[in-house]
């Protein structure tokens, strides 16, 4: 049981270059989430779904996109990367529960630095 | 607006040495508050969930506490391996998705 993974664990891009990080989450989660983190700040929401084939934009969700073709997967895509992307993603989950809000389990983070 | 804010930002003590770091915040409904903790290099690691003004966590060293404004997570005797940056999460009534992360707190035991 690996939990949440995500790849790749680090990257360079250079300004208005693509890439897509992935996340896989092996405990049959429906919630999924992509969140980043910047120093002195903390974790904003980007996108999120509540399950197969639905997404939805969470509090910065400019610049980004991404895509739940299947339940443990979660792609999260920068179409031309900025400088202002810099930063540490994470990507959680967690289970649907409807009396109340389930902790959410996050994986090891991708180091993102644009030039 | 709603906002949470820990402190101190950092905090250093002797292994031993026992503290209380803070989570006040000012919102406009509380479902929840949650407290995760992060090591260098890695994603938050959940370690509890309160849900009503009164109510208590304890795990290993740790406790938390949650007032109708504020939450506190005490160590007890910490010990080297309990430096980590442990984070404050807002679970809010309004949006199913919506939760505040404040900007931890860096903790430092020393031996």
């Known amino acids: 049981n690996a939990g949440v993974t995500q790849t790749p664990k680090f990257r360079v891009l250079k300004t208005g270059q693509s890439m897509t990080l992935l996340c896989a989450q092996d405990?049959?989660?429906?919630?999924m989430y992509w969140y980043r983190q910047d120093p002195g700040m903390g974790l904003r929401l980007i996108h999120y779904?509540?399950?197969?084939?639905?997404?939805a934009k969470g509090e910065v969700p400019d610049g980004y996109n991404v895509s739940r073709l299947k339940k443990q997967n979660f792609l999260l895509g920068l179409e031309s990367a900025a400088p202002s992307q810099t930063s540490v993603y994470f990507c959680?989950?967690?289970?649907?529960?409807?009396?109340?809000?389930?902790?959410?389990?996050f994986g090891p983070g991708t180091r993102l630095t644009v030039l | 607006e709603d906002q949470v804010t820990q402190s101190p930002e950092a905090l250093r003590l002797q292994e031993g040495e026992s503290s209380s770091l803070n989570c006040s915040y000012t919102?406009?409904?509380?479902?929840?508050l949650f407290w995760y903790r992060q090591d260098p290099g890695k994603g938050p690691e959940f370690l509890f969930t309160?849900?009503?003004a009164g109510e208590e966590k304890e795990k290993e060293r740790l406790k938390a506490t949650l007032t109708k404004k504020e939450s506190f997570l005490h160590i007890t005797a910490p010990k080297p391996e309990d430096s980590a940056t442990y984070l404050c999460?807002?679970?809010?009534?309004?949006?199913?998705?919506?939760?505040?992360f404040g900007q931890g707190t860096r903790l430092t035991i020393n031996p």
């Open positions: 405990m049959n989660h429906e919630y």
């Open positions: 919102v406009s409904g509380l479902r929840g």
């Open positions: 959680a989950s967690r289970a649907r529960r409807t009396s109340s809000f389930n902790e959410q389990f």
């Open positions: 309160l849900y009503s």
């Open positions: 999460v807002l679970y809010l009534i309004q949006g199913a998705q919506k939760l505040v």
């Open positions: 779904s509540v399950g197969e084939g639905t997404t």
